[in-house]
């Protein structure tokens, strides 16, 4: 796992924030193709007090950070639901997590579920299964590695969903007709640009 990180041209920490269970998904960049290195979860249940989960949860990131040192976050947004005081942990957990990272200088991406799900399977209302699925297949995710609850795969979702995102090109505003090109280089129309 150390050289797999070591090797790679850039690292990638995907998380999925929960306060009941966190998902946590590494991809490795090599040579321009994506590579999973770890998935996992961090338990929370056993903690009955939501700030000692808040605890735990900066605690493990700040760990996970420190020991895969990722060059960024690719964090999903909470959900908005109708039960506020849900939103309001789920945000928390959230900031948190999002706070263990840039106490260490890791930069920081935030992604809709539904924009996650339409990078990983062309669908925004894939389901999680779906995602999982498509994951095994994109990533060569051995049956054995994935785990059974589908949290670390939905945050290894959002890190492959940064990857995507981060690889395209970079939007310039458009320069208009060429009537308009045209009209704003006069000099070099004269010159054959």
């Keep these: 796992m150390e050289e797999a990180v070591k090797q790679a041209d850039r690292i990638i920490l995907g998380i999925d924030p929960g306060t009941n269970i966190m998902g946590y998904g590494i991809l490795g960049v090599y040579g321009g193709k994506p590579r999973m290195i770890a998935m996992g979860l961090?338990?929370?249940?056993?903690?009955?007090d939501h700030y000692l989960r808040l605890g735990r949860i900066?605690?493990?990131?700040?760990?996970?950070?420190?020991?895969?040192?990722?060059?960024?976050?690719?964090?999903?947004?909470?959900?908005?639901?109708?039960n506020v005081q849900s939103m309001l942990k789920l945000g928390r957990a959230q900031g948190v997590a999002m706070a263990a990272a840039l106490s260490r200088q890791v930069p920081i991406t935030e992604y809709e579920p539904r924009k996650i799900k339409l990078a990983i399977t062309g669908n925004g209302a894939a389901s999680k299964e779906q995602v999982c699925e498509m994951l095994k297949r994109i990533l060569s995710i051995p049956q054995e590695a994935l785990l059974p609850k589908l949290d670390a795969t939905d945050a290894l979702a959002a890190a492959l969903c940064h990857f995507y995102e981060s690889a395209k090109p970079i939007?310039?505003?458009?320069?208009?007709?060429?009537?308009?090109?045209?009209?704003?280089?006069?000099?070099?129309?004269?010159?054959?640009l």
């Design 171 to 192: 939007k310039t505003k458009s320069s208009g007709s060429w009537k308009d090109f045209i009209a704003r280089n006069p000099d070099k129309i004269k010159k054959g």
């Design 42 to 48: 961090i338990e929370l249940t056993k903690l009955g």
């Design 58 to 82: 900066y605690e493990r990131v700040a760990m996970l950070v420190d020991q895969y040192c990722p060059d960024e976050l690719a964090i999903e947004a909470p959900f908005f639901g109708k």
